[in-house]
Nanobody
Framework: QVQLVESGGGLVQAGGSLRLSCAAS????????MGWYRQAPGKQRELVATITSGGSTKSADSVKGRFTISRDNAKNTVYLQMNSLKPEDTAVYYCKLTMGNGMDYWGQGTQVTVSS
């Protein structure tokens, strides 16, 4: 079993910053892709940013230039640095890890609220 623990969400004013973390533990042999997704009320879950095991990243157009995804393979942890936050960034943020065997694991979600 693999457990994911997210942290770093909260309430911030527009223009502020937050850093999300997602740490994996348990029966981990190898992790391929790691990523962050978000779901706002009444909307579908959407991709925010992903990073491969080799460090290649991609991100949604709406967050380019503001959000940065990174990972620490030694700690099995993925991060999302969010700068210049906007009210439309308000959502529950989920991390997702794709293991070497192809299985996906999701975090429990952390609330990010950006006030105007």
């Amino acid at each position: 079993q693999v457990q994911l623990v997210e942290s770093g969400g909260g309430l911030v004013q527009a223009g502020g910053s937050l850093r999300l973390s997602c740490a994996a533990s348990g029966s981990i042999f190898s992790i391929n892709d790691m990523g962050w997704y978000r779901q706002a009320p009444g909307k579908q879950r959407e991709l925010v940013a992903t990073i491969t095991s080799g460090g290649s990243t991609k991100s949604a157009d709406s967050v380019k230039g503001r959000f940065t995804i990174s990972r620490d393979n030694a700690k099995n942890t993925v991060y999302l640095q969010m700068n210049s936050l906007k009210p439309e960034d308000t959502a529950v943020y989920y991390c997702k890890l794709t293991m070497g065997n192809g299985m996906d694991y999701w975090g429990q979600g952390t609330q990010v609220t950006v006030s105007s």
